[in-house]
């Protein structure tokens, strides 16, 4: 039993974790978050395509020049398909 009640605490000690603060009580954020901050967005890219990303969140640009190439090739596909018939 002891054994259990040791491991849950080491468990719930691992979940809450320890964070830096100010004398004020803030958190003191890393130099990642300080300079990815929704201020300071970078791009990413991912699987050919750009992705923005800001405080651990992303999202497609939908204007990267690999998806414009991809949708260019498509339609010219398309074209000629439907010149064909």
């Given at each position: 039993m002891k054994k259990i009640i040791t491991l849950i605490a080491l468990a719930a000690l691992?979940?809450?974790?320890?964070?830096?603060?100010?004398?004020?009580?803030?958190?003191?954020?890393?130099?990642?978050?300080?300079?990815?901050?929704?201020?300071n967005p970078f791009i990413q890219v991912l699987?050919?395509?750009e992705y923005v990303c800001w405080n651990n969140r992303m999202a497609h640009k939908g204007n990267c020049r690999f998806c414009k190439e991809r949708r260019q090739k498509e339609l010219k596909?398309?074209?000629?398909q439907l010149k064909e018939k």
């Open positions: 691992m979940m809450v974790g320890c964070m830096k603060t100010k004398e004020n009580g803030e958190p003191i954020l890393s130099d990642y978050y300080r300079e990815h901050s929704v201020e699987d050919s395509c596909e398309l074209v000629e």
